[in-house]
T-cell receptor, first 111, second 114 residues
Framework: QQPVQSPQAVILREGEDAVINCSSS?????VHWYRQKHGEAPVFLMI?????EQKGHEKISASFNEKKQQSSLYLTASQLSYSGTYFC????????????FGSGTQLTVLP | DGGITQSPKYLFRKEGQNVTLSCEQN?????MYWYRQDPGQGLRLIYY???????QKGDIAEGYSVSREKKESFPLTVTSAQKNPTAFYLC?????????????FGPGTRLTVT
């Protein structure tokens, strides 16, 4: 079942903060975050694992609440380069081998 | 440089023709995936493969077929049975099961069928 992302779109000025949420109706053991710029491939941002472990290679923070079955991505002091569509992905029911992605949150950072 | 290549970047076909999209990776990853993306939509899984000579259907496999004869290659065939094949197709790979490992994506193939 597809995770639900909110908001669907957000527009902010350079330097402002944003939060993107991802909720699931089923128990999660991990949440993945990707960013996609228009016409390009998605790029990995972060994996949050049950137990608090995080794997990522960008200075982006996120939280993972296992009990609430949701994750939030925090973008602070936004830069123009943060613009794009952010997707969360969660392991599909009955399988740890594939992800189901949300429909995305379009983030636009204006100068 | 290690990575995933997809070719061609743009592909045009007439309705009723089968078409094969190429995906090659030199990351030595065991798992590979094919996703479809429609305008303004998320990524939907078509097929995935965890090891050579083995693959499983994803959420929208109807009208598509794949093969995994080599670790590096995972071609996708869009058959004439696919009712609405025009879309952006993305190939990805990961070093372990997709639920726990980062997925690396190729640049994508934009297929237009008229």
């Amino acid at each position: 079942q597809q995770p639900v992302q909110s908001p669907q779109a957000v527009i902010l000025r350079e330097g402002e903060d944003a939060v993107i949420n991802c909720s699931s109706s089923k128990a999660l053991y991990s949440v993945h975050w990707y960013r996609q710029k228009h016409g390009e491939a998605p790029v990995f941002l972060m994996i949050l694992l049950k137990g608090g472990e995080q794997k990522g290679h960008e200075k982006i923070s996120a939280s993972f609440n296992e009990k609430k079955q949701q994750s939030s991505l925090y973008l602070t002091a936004s830069q123009l380069s943060y613009s794009g569509t952010y997707f969360c992905g969660t392991p599909s029911s009955g399988s740890a081998r594939q992800l189901t992605f949300g429909s995305g949150t379009q983030l636009t950072v204006l100068p | 440089d290690g990575g995933i290549t997809q070719s061609p970047k743009y592909l045009f076909r007439k309705e009723g023709q089968n078409v094969t999209l190429s995906c090659e990776q030199n990351l030595n990853h065991d798992a590979m995936y094919w996703y479809r993306q429609d305008p303004g939509q998320g990524l939907r899984l078509i097929y995935y493969s965890q090891i050579v000579n083995d693959f499983q259907k994803g959420d929208i496999a109807e009208g598509y077929s794949v093969s995994r004869e080599k670790k590096e290659s995972f071609p996708l065939t869009v058959t004439s049975a696919q009712k609405n094949p025009t879309a952006f197709y993305l190939c990805a790979s990961s070093s372990g099961p997709g639920g726990s490992y980062e997925q690396y994506f190729g640049p994508g193939t934009r297929l237009t069928v008229t």
